[in-house]
């Protein structure tokens, strides 16, 4: 009973830290229009919270090795609050940057040290199941979270990044009163160590070994779709004039198609095809998904042609996984 619970409390706080993320994506362009900037300063948004994750990610799990899982968490959970509260009180583009790359640095405590809390907790035949969890969360805050993001946006801009902050304290509640520690003081890591980020010099050692052309493709694949994500919602306002609340219906069904691929399709193509014949597949309709979402004349057909691109990518993924 105790396991489910914790795996319950950590799986809110995933939805939470994800839906922070999503509820941004339908609004971030009139909140960057409104503040006087442009595509760019909207690409440099989403790029400069991913760029803090990338290089602080292994900070957070160096530390948690040390002081164990439960603090990460609690201040991951509590920088995720603050950092949302920040970027809804901004009135100009310059700290909206500062709190982006605050929140990019401080939640990415979240996921690596849930998951070594997973690894900490459950045995090995339990730990994919486990991991399973961190995966169904982060896609139920990714398509939830667009949705609530769109309506309340459409009310304030700021509304979805207090909402998030508030959930996010909740989070913090649970964990602080509920959640044990699952790394225990003799297995914690007693040397100090100095700044540890990312491995570069291992991923491109791992480039030239057998899974390297894997991991061109995975390179090749995220890239094509964070530059998808982030201009998305800035094109379909620029070129149709949708509001923040259309976008945000559209990215909901979009990710509730990702899901049900994932879920259902996905498994049942690469048992009958073999991975190598659905990642080529996929490859192949996501050529022509991109050029098919240029050819949308109304919302049917840009949700339809949005819906054909992110079904080949959501097959994509799993195979090359």
Do not use: C
């Amino acid at each position: 009973m105790f396991k489910n619970r914790n795996l319950a409390i950590l799986f809110f706080t995933l939805i939470v830290v994800m839906l922070g993320f999503g509820m941004i994506i339908p609004i971030l362009p009139f909140l960057v229009e409104k503040f006087g900037g442009s595509g760019v300063a909207m690409g440099m948004l989403m790029a400069v919270f991913s760029l803090m994750q990338f290089i602080f990610s292994p900070f957070w799990g160096d530390l948690s090795d040390r002081y164990g899982r439960k603090p990460i968490l609690l201040l991951g959970t509590l920088g995720n609050a603050l950092t949302m509260v920040g970027f809804g009180l901004s009135t100009n583009l310059w700290t909206l940057y500062i709190f982006r790359a605050l929140g990019g640095i401080l939640s990415s405590a979240t996921l690596p040290t849930a998951m070594a809390f997973i690894g900490d907790s459950t045995e090995e035949h339990e730990r994919g199941g486990g991991m399973g969890i961190v995966g169904a969360a982060m896609g139920v805050g990714m398509v939830l979270g667009p949705g609530i993001g769109g309506m309340m946006g459409g009310k304030s801009l700021q509304a979805p990044f207090f909402l998030s902050a508030a959930l996010s304290l909740l989070a913090l509640t649970l964990i602080w009163f509920f959640l044990p520690e699952s790394l225990s003081a003799d297995k914690r890591t007693t040397s100090m160590k100095s700044f540890r980020g990312p491995q570069l010099g291992a991923m491109w050692t791992a480039l030239f070994g057998p899974l390297g052309f894997l991991f061109v493709l995975a390179f090749l694949h995220n890239f094509a779709m964070t530059n998808f994500e982030g201009i998305y919602a800035y094109y379909a306002e620029a070129r149709y004039g949708y509001t923040a609340q259309t976008i945000g219906i559209i990215l909901t069904v979009v990710g509730l198609t990702s899901a049900v691929v994932q879920g259902v399709l996905t498994g049942i193509a690469t048992r009958k095809w073999g991975d190598v014949a659905v990642a080529k597949a996929s490859l192949f309709a996501s050529i022509f998904g991109f050029l098919l979402m240029l050819t949308a004349t109304n919302l049917f057909t840009f949700i339809l042609m949005t819906s054909l691109f992110i079904m080949s990518n959501a097959m994509l993924r799993p195979a090359v996984s």
